[in-house]
């Protein structure tokens, strides 16, 4: 009964932002840990960023201070806002949630996926 559809994704220029959407359905997930992860062809999944179940956040290294993941309660999703992109960022964007308060790595809920391309 979960379900994480994403949106947002799309092809810009290097320096340009996007902002990625994730709708969430039969998951309190403002209660728990949430996380978007991406993916380049020939590449193996990676974290981006992640929040928990009390707000606090993480982020992979390359990304600090260009991208920021928040919440939005009342329309229930998750959004990660991407700022100053480059084509290293190019991949599959997928959001995640997992059954716990605090992140473990146990991510068992994944969306679907959504590209961004990102040209120099």
């Known amino acids: 009964q979960v379900q994480l559809v994403e949106s947002g994704g799309g092809s810009v220029q290097a320096g340009g932002s996007l902002r990625l959407s994730c709708a969430v359905s039969g998951y309190t997930y403002s209660t728990y840990c949430m996380g978007w992860f991406r993916q380049a062809p020939g590449k193996e999944r990676e974290g981006v960023t992640t929040?928990?179940?009390?707000?606090?956040?993480s982020y992979k290294d390359s990304v600090k201070g260009r991208f920021t993941i928040s919440q939005d309660n009342a329309n229930n999703t998750l959004y990660l806002h991407m700022n100053n992109l480059k084509p290293e960022d190019t991949a599959m964007y997928y959001c995640?949630?997992?059954?716990?308060?605090?992140?473990?790595?146990?991510?068992?809920?994944w969306g679907q996926g959504t590209q961004v391309t990102v040209s120099s």
């Open positions: 995640a949630a997992a059954p716990t308060r605090w992140c473990y790595g146990n991510f068992g809920y």
């Open positions: 929040i928990d179940g009390y707000g606090g956040t």
